[in-house]
T-cell receptor
Framework: AQSVTQLGSHVSVSEGALVLLRCNYS??????LFWYVQYPNQGLQLLLK??????LVKGINGFEAEFKKSETSFHLTKPSAHMSDAAEYFC??????????FGTGTRLLVSP | EAGVAQSPRYKIIEKRQSVAFWCNPI?????LYWYQQILGQGPKLLIQ????????DSQLPKDRFSAERLKGVDSTLKIQPAKLEDSAVYLC?????????????FGPGTRLTVL
């Protein structure tokens, strides 16, 4: 069954530092992978998605992620963190039954 | 373009009471989803509609949860009777066609507290 594992329930960075949020997937078929962001008391917003083609995917707000099949990973990065990036981030995969399955989330904390 | 609307935003009930949530998807979106997000976890799909038909309700606790999407637009999710473990945020999402690569757009959610 397809699933995702997010390493680290909390990640803390300083403003201006590199953001790296880790996601590993398991899938018996070529995966479709997604990153969503959730701000407090709001719904989820799509940051980026990988379906086919280029393995480096650029998203909104300066985020990007690279699909690495050999490592079964889809880590999310941003070169320079901003205070407004503080939120919860979810990695997700589409299963063989066309269902979106989410990881447990990583809360990003940004300090001045 | 208006987003996915949900109401109420917050609801507090006693266990064994009933509760209903309402969702209005983005205009023209054929597919509507209800997710349950328990504190500290990612959202879990409860039910998926394609127009007004159910595509997947395999994780819906059918002894207490029910959902409908009349006329293929608005949807309601009902819990009767509620249990303590139903305390969660209930998220509604919609997508244009429902195919795998479609983006799902989420509403702000309804936070349910069962006492």
């Amino acid at each position: 069954a397809q699933s995702v594992t997010q390493l680290g329930s909390h990640v803390s960075v300083s403003e201006g530092a590199l953001v790296l949020l880790r996601c590993n997937y398991s899938s018996s078929v070529p995966p479709y992978l997604f990153w969503y962001v959730q701000y407090p008391n709001q719904g989820l917003q799509l940051l980026l998605k990988y379906t086919t083609g280029a393995t480096l995917v650029k998203g909104i707000n300066g985020f990007e992620a690279e699909f690495k099949k050999s490592e079964t990973s889809f880590h999310l990065t941003k070169p320079s963190a901003h205070m407004s990036d503080a939120a919860e981030y979810f990695c997700a995969v589409i299963t063989g039954f066309q269902k979106l399955v989410f990881g447990t989330g990583t809360r990003l904390l940004v300090s001045p | 373009e208006a987003g996915v609307a949900q109401s109420p935003r917050y609801k507090i009930i006693e266990k064994r009471q009933s509760v209903a949530f309402w969702c209005n998807p983005i205009s023209g979106h054929a597919t509507l989803y209800w997710y349950q997000q328990i504190l500290g976890q990612g959202p879990k799909l409860l039910i998926q509609f394609q127009n007004n038909g159910v595509v997947d309700d395999s994780q819906l606790p059918k002894d207490r949860f029910s959902a409908e999407r009349l006329k293929g637009v608005d949807s309601t999710l009902k819990i009767q009777p509620a249990k303590l473990e139903d305390s969660a945020v209930y998220l509604c999402a919609s997508s244009l066609t429902g195919i795998s690569t479609d983006t799902q757009y989420f509403g702000p959610g309804t936070r349910l507290t069962v006492l």
